[in-house]
């Protein structure tokens, strides 16, 4: 597989709800994952967290049947740091239950982006 064919993908949205402090990350990964993640920041934040739980109401992961029964997502966090305005890092760690082992499993990802103008 050659860098320009992705092995991952994710079709979403970032939210910022200035009113309540509420900076969010909603997307779908298409084999079957919706994540609604959120946090806390002010405007001028530099660095924040956002996460989602299994079975939340408000911030939360959602599966379909076949994951949720063999590879459940149960926890994911995000923090991000902004270091201009063309550039930010992340540090992404999605938590995941396999089906027959008791430690939970860590997919973590980390990166820093850079807006090519």
């Known amino acids: 597989m050659g860098l320009e064919s992705p092995f991952h993908e994710e079709v979403g ?3 910022w709800d200035a009113a309540a402090k509420q900076v969010l990350r909603c997307f779908i990964v298409p084999r079957g994952i919706a994540v609604n993640a959120g946090g ?20 939360g992961v959602l599966s379909n049947r076949y994951l949720d029964t063999h590879v459940k997502t149960v926890r994911y966090e995000l923090a ?4 201009s305005e063309d550039r930010f890092s992340y540090a992404e760690d999605t938590q995941q239950q396999i089906y027959g082992q008791e430690t939970t499993f860590h997919h973590t990802d980390n990166n820093t982006l850079i807006r090519c103008k």
């Not at 989602?52 to 109401?57: N, V």
């Not at 991000?80 to 270091?83: E, G, L, N, Q, R």
Request: net charge negative; proline share 0%.
């Open 13 to 15: 949205y970032w939210l």
């Open 80 to 83: 991000v740091t902004i270091h």
């Open 40 to 59: 806390t920041a002010e405007a001028n934040t530099k660095s924040f967290t956002m996460t989602a739980e299994a079975g939340s109401e408000t911030y």
